[in-house]
């Protein structure tokens, strides 16, 4: 058995969902667990749904996602029958839509989001199980509150494998008996009591290595626009190279630093099964892309991983105390609270300094909570600079014209923080 994962892009038109179509028509006979993503930027657009604050704002931004979706099944659709279903049930979804939108409590908020947001993975899957009957393709919905079970913690869900593999085992090999395509939403999953969460921003990934865990399967393919994992974004480099295979160490290691080509939590799962992860090309489907396994060979070239709207916050304690446990402990509890990650942390005598992500709904409010204990600076609009096998010269190539504000080593990976000049 094989997982596929099929991000927003590669089901952004109906273009794409016949391309996802024909990619599984490869694999004749095959056990298939199919994760899709919501289509295209219809995530960003169901959080801006969830932040409207009336509800006329909310119902305008709720048609236009309708109309896009319609657009979609209608173009990717031939036979009227399936015609004629599909059109039923996204009518049926939206209206459940706007119902969740318009009657569910607006606080607490991450509970609200999840409920909205979910939405684009279910009507994605909607359209590509239809896309599927209509050439004849037998497939099943499996519906990811079902088997992914996570805690309460919205947005962010911690997954309970336990009971996601119990899950699986009581309902997924019955369903491969009837057909060999199940078709899941990705990013989401449920609690102990039936509500909908999300696994956090691009978790569809995730979702893929979750079920490859359970399913003990053979290999799980991340399906994506770019031919493999590069050394760099070709949206800030020039000149990237493909990498044709990667350790699970350094897939975890650029994950983590932000490579946005994979989900960091997607490779540990894998990991401990000891399960090949494929990165490849939708659109050109017969390349090879990158493979990712046990093989611990270093990479030949240097890895970039540039983030930007980063914030660097340097901490001193107002009573002049040095930053030891104490100090510490506070910073990380309040780091907790207010869910933020840090991207890098570099500590003296009686300074602290962090680089974060700047999330205008976390940030703000987290210095203003550090400042009860702490002397607060900080600078915005500040980029990140993360390189895997650094060497002088790339570090020097990245950081020409900048003013650097940080800079931090280890024995393969640096990270700079930086400025324009
Ligand atoms: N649709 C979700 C997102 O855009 C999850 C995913 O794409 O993996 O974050
Ligand atoms: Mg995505």
């Known amino acids: 058995m094989k997982v596929f994962k099929f991000g927003g892009a590669s089901v952004k038109d109906a273009e794409g969902v016949k391309n996802v179509v024909n ?29 409207a604050t009336t509800s006329e704002e909310a119902e305008k931004l709720i048609k236009e996602i309708e109309a896009y979706h319609y657009q979609v099944a209608e173009g990717c659709i031939r036979t009227s ?11 049926k979804t939206f209206a459940l839509l706007r119902k969740v939108v318009a009657e569910y409590p ?46 309460s913690n919205y947005r962010e869900g911690k997954v309970d494998f336990e009971k996601t593999l119990a899950s699986y085992k009581k309902f997924m090999p019955e369903a491969f008996e009837l057909v060999d395509i199940l078709v899941m939403e990705g990013f989401v999953g449920s609690t102990a009591t039936g509500k909908t969460t999300t696994l956090g921003r691009e978790g569809s990934d995730y979702t893929a290595a979750i079920m490859a865990y ?17 050394n760099a974004d070709p949206k800030w480099f020039d000149n990237t190279i493909k990498i044709d295979h990667l350790s699970y160490q350094d897939a975890i290691e650029l994950a983590y630093y932000g490579a946005t080509v994979i989900h960091p939590k997607t490779i540990k799962p894998l990991q401990n099964k000891n ?22 060979s270093q990479l030949p070239v240097p890895c970039f991983i540039f983030k930007v709207q980063q914030v660097l916050i ?27 990650k840090t991207n890098v942390m570099q500590n003296s005598a009686i300074n ?36 895997r096998y650094y060497d002088q010269p790339t570090i020097d190539r990245v950081s020409i014209e900048k003013r650097v504000l940080l800079e931090h080593k280890s024995r393969y990976t640096v990270q700079i923080v930086m400025q324009n000049k």
Request: proline content about 5%.
């Open 81 to 91: 029958l399936t015609k004629q279903n599909i059109t039923y049930t996204l009518n």
């Open 314 to 340: 340097s901490l001193s304690p107002k009573d002049f105390s040095f930053i030891v446990e104490e100090n510490l402990s506070r910073i990380f509890d309040i780091l907790a609270q207010y869910k933020v």
């Open 106 to 151: 607006k606080e607490p908020f991450d509970e609200r989001y999840d409920q909205v947001v979910s939405f684009g993975e279910h009507i994605s899957v909607l359209i590509v199980c239809a896309c599927l009957s209509d050439k004849q393709i037998p497939n099943m919905w499996m519906r990811a509150q079902n088997i992914i079970h996570t805690d």
């Open 275 to 296: 399960i090949p992860l494929f990165v490849r090309s939708f659109l050109q489907p017969d390349a090879p892309g990158t493979r990712i396994d046990n093989d611990t």
């Open 23 to 51: 990619i599984l028509e490869c694999y004749p006979n095959e056990k298939l667990i199919v994760v899709v993503s919501a289509m295209g930027k219809t995530t960003n657009a169901l959080e801006k749904v969830v932040r």
């Open 352 to 387: 602290f300094s962090l680089c974060l992500d700047f999330d205008p709904d976390k940030v703000p409010a987290l210095i203003e909570a550090l400042r009860s204990d702490f002397r607060v600076l900080y600078n915005k609009d500040l980029e990140l600079v993360t390189i």
């Open 214 to 230: 359970c399913a003990n399967a053979e290999s799980v393919t991340i399906w994506k626009d770019v031919p493999g994992v590069l």
